[in-house]
């Protein structure tokens, strides 16, 4: 359960939890799918309950933060969710699997392997790229987060349709005289995906 495969693999689980709740309706809204998210996360044998899916929504809404604050609060809150649920990283090879980083107790809950193991992922990722490639999708109607790792390429949206949308919008605002694309508005600026 608690396998750590490659820090990309917990940056990825951490953003797509976190983006199980947005302005989209829930995703997590059963044991059954929390066992597909952990299964489409690469975890061969999921085992859930309806403690585990709450505690993982309390961990994603952790998590969710990270997205939009300032970097000392950001990397507060990393501290303290390392502090609360990492252990000492270690190697491992069990059930068959290739060796591997384990970051969570080995009697973790699924929530608390999450914990850490986003935690680590996001740490590292904001070490190597800075808290700025951390982010939420600059969309009016959107709140997807994500990371980009991408060295002077900076990002605004989650995804090249929500900044096309974005775009779209601002312009037909300008060219209608709304208010989106206004001098006083932050979309105003072309912005890249």
Known sequence: MESLTTPDRM???????????????????SVAALEQFLLDHGEPIV??????????????ERLRPVFRAEPREAAQILNALLAEYAVRPYLSDHDGSPWHLHVARPDATWAEWLAAGAALGLSGFAAGHGFEAIDTCAAHDCERV??????????????????????VASY??????????????????????
């Open 11 to 29: 940056i990825r689980i951490a953003v797509d939890l976190v983006n199980t709740r947005t302005l989209e309706p829930e995703q997590l809204t």
């Open 47 to 60: 085992t859930v309950g309806e403690a585990d899916l709450a505690a993982v929504k309390e961990v994603r």
């Open 146 to 167: 994500f990371v980009n790792g991408a060295q002077r390429r900076p990002r605004r949206f989650c995804t090249p349709t929500c900044s096309s949308r974005s775009r």
């Open 172 to 193: 037909r605002a300008r060219r209608s005289g709304g208010a989106l694309g206004s001098p006083q508005d932050p979309r105003r600026t072309e912005e890249s995906a």
